[in-house]
C-alpha cells in the first residue's frame, strides 16, 4: 500500500507556481524594456499621473509586505525543522514510588539498532511522535538498490515495530515507513 507524501507534492507544487510566476514575471519585463514586446509603451509612466497614493494606500501594502514576509519566514522555518514534535512521555507504576519519564528518543533507539541490522538497510532513522496516549512511529529507512521494498516493510512492521509497540505497553502503533534507495535523490514512503 503506497501513501502519499502530501506536504512534499504540496512545497514542490507551490514553488514551482512560484518560480513560474517569476520568470514569467522577469520574462516579460526584460522584453518589454528591451523593445522586444510593443505591449506597453517604454516611455509611459508605470501609473497615470505623477501624484502619490493616498497615504492608507501605502500602509496596506506595508502590512500586506509585512504578512507575507512572515508567512514565508514561518515556510522557510518549517523545511529546516522538519521533525515531528515529541514530547517526554510519563510512565506511572506507583505515585508511593514516583513517575518513570521517557524520551521519545531513547524509546526508539533499540528499534533503529534492531532495524539497521536487517538485509538490505544501509541506516534508519525513527522518531516517536504525538500524545502518548496516541503516538505515531515516523521511520526513515535507506535500503541498498535492488531490495525488495513490500517484503521489507512487512519484515519492519511484524517484527520491529510489533516489539517496540509491546515494549511500550501499546495495543498499536501506527507507523509511516519512508524508504530511500542509497544512491538515489527520491524516496518512497510505503
Known amino acids: 500500500m503506497t501513501s502519499l507524501n502530501r506536504p512534499a507534492r504540496l512545497n514542490r507544487t507551490l514553488l514551482a507556481l512560484i518560480g513560474l ?3 514569467a514575471a522577469g520574462a516579460f519585463t526584460l522584453a ?7 505591449v506597453l509603451d517604454r516611455a509611459a509612466p508605470l501609473v497615470p499621473g505623477d ?5 492608507w494606500v501605502l500602509y ?8 507575507l514576509g ?21 510512565v ?13 528518543d531513547a524509546a526508539v533507539a533499540p528499534f533503529e539498532s534492531e532495524v ?12 516517536l511522535s504525538g500524545p502518548q496516549s496516541r503516538p505515531t512511529l515516523l521511520v ?15 519484515r519492519i512492521v511484524t517484527d520491529g515495530v510489533a516489539r517496540l509497540a509491546q515494549a511500550l505497553d501499546l495495543r498499536e502503533l501506527p507507523t509511516v515507513i519512508e524508504f530511500r534507495i542509497a544512491g538515489e535523490a527520491a524516496a518512497r514512503v510505503i
Open 21 to 23: 510566476v517569476l520568470l
Open 32 to 38: 518589454t524594456s528591451l523593445g522586444w514586446l510593443r
Open 51 to 55: 501624484q502619490r497614493p493616498p497615504t
Open 60 to 67: 496596506v501594502v506595508v502590512a500586506a509586505a509585512v504578512v
Open 70 to 90: 512572515l508567512l514565508f519566514l514561518r515556510w522557510l522555518a518549517a523545511q529546516a525543522l522538519r521533525r515531528p514534535k515529541s514530547g517526554t512521555w510519563h
Open 92 to 104: 506511572e507504576e506507583d505515585r508511593a514510588q514516583g513517575v518513570t519519564k521517557l524520551s521519545p
Open 116 to 127: 539497521s541490522d536487517y538485509p538490505g538497510i544501509r541506516s534508519v532513522t525513527a522518531t
Open 140 to 154: 526513515t529507512a535507506t535500503a541498498e538498490p535492488g531490495t525488495d521494498l513490500p517484503a521489507l516493510r512487512e
